[in-house]
T-cell receptor, first 110, second 112 residues
Framework: DAKTTQPNSMESNEEEPVHLPCNHS???????IHWYRQLPSQGPEYVIH???SNVNNRMASLAIAEDRKSSTLILHRATLRDAAVYYC???????????FGTGTSLTVIP | GAVVSQHPSRVICKSGTSVKIECRSL??????MFWYRQFPKQSLMLMAT?????????EQGVEKDKFLINHASLTLSTLTVTSAHPEDSSFYIC????????FGQGTRLTVV
């Protein structure tokens, strides 16, 4: 699976939007972009995923660059409960495994 | 979304003993489940892929005789840490896929 690069950490003020970037310059045409987040002492949880078009759900939005070499997870209004490590993962091909990178640790400041 | 449940959530064992962790998919059938290990301040590391009715597939560097995996039914996979030592203390997480991946809440293993 292709590699992703994310900043180690980011901060956001509560109730402000947060844009979490992910670079994936070696993405292949069949790779989906997945985002998961992990709250402290919990297993990861699904946030959103997409292939080419921007995606929205109740948790977040995913903006995918036209060349698909980068994407941005957007939390429209950060809350204290959004403080977590956010992982951007590429998944394609026949394997079912998800391999995690280092992720971005998001701190939300009250 | 789908639910994956792990048990126990926390376990303390003595060095040299074995510990079994269970992972259940509660509302869907999973022919494949995944086991991860996570050390403090680090990311999740995939240990092995558990296959229902057949042998597990281990990632490079993971000792299959130490981390025994059994996937006897479509809703249950177990990970047994055999002859546990303090360096095996970690957060163990299982996962199953139904379109997306769903993760258990994790098991904190402490070996004393």
């Amino acid at each position: 699976d292709a590699k992703t690069t994310q900043p180690n950490s980011m901060e956001s003020n509560e109730e402000e939007p947060v844009h979490l970037p992910c670079n994936h310059s070696t993405i292949s045409g069949t790779d989906y972009i997945h985002w998961y987040r992990q709250l402290p002492s919990q297993g990861p949880e699904y946030v959103i995923h997409g292939l080419t078009s921007n995606v929205n759900n109740r948790m977040a939005s995913l903006a995918i660059a036209e060349d698909r070499k980068s994407s941005t997870l957007i939390l429209h209004r950060a809350t204290l409960r959004d403080a977590a490590v956010y992982y951007c993962i590429l998944k394609g091909g026949t394997g079912n495994q998800f391999y995690f990178g280092t992720g971005t640790s998001l701190t939300v400041i009250p | 979304g789908a639910v994956v449940s792990q048990h126990p959530s926390r376990v303390i064992c003595k060095s040299g003993t074995s510990v079994k962790i269970e992972c259940r998919s509660l509302d869907f059938q999973a022919t494949t489940m995944f086991w991860y290990r996570q050390f403090p301040k680090q990311s999740l590391m995939l240990m092995a892929t558990s296959n229902e009715g057949s042998k597990a597939t281990y990632e490079q560097g993971v000792e299959k005789d130490k981390f025994l995996i059994n996937h006897a039914s479509l809703t249950l996979s177990t990970l047994t840490v055999t002859s546990a030592h303090p360096e095996d203390s970690s957060f163990y997480i299982c996962s199953a896929r139904q379109n997306e991946a769903f993760f258990g809440q994790g098991t904190r293993l402490t070996v004393v």
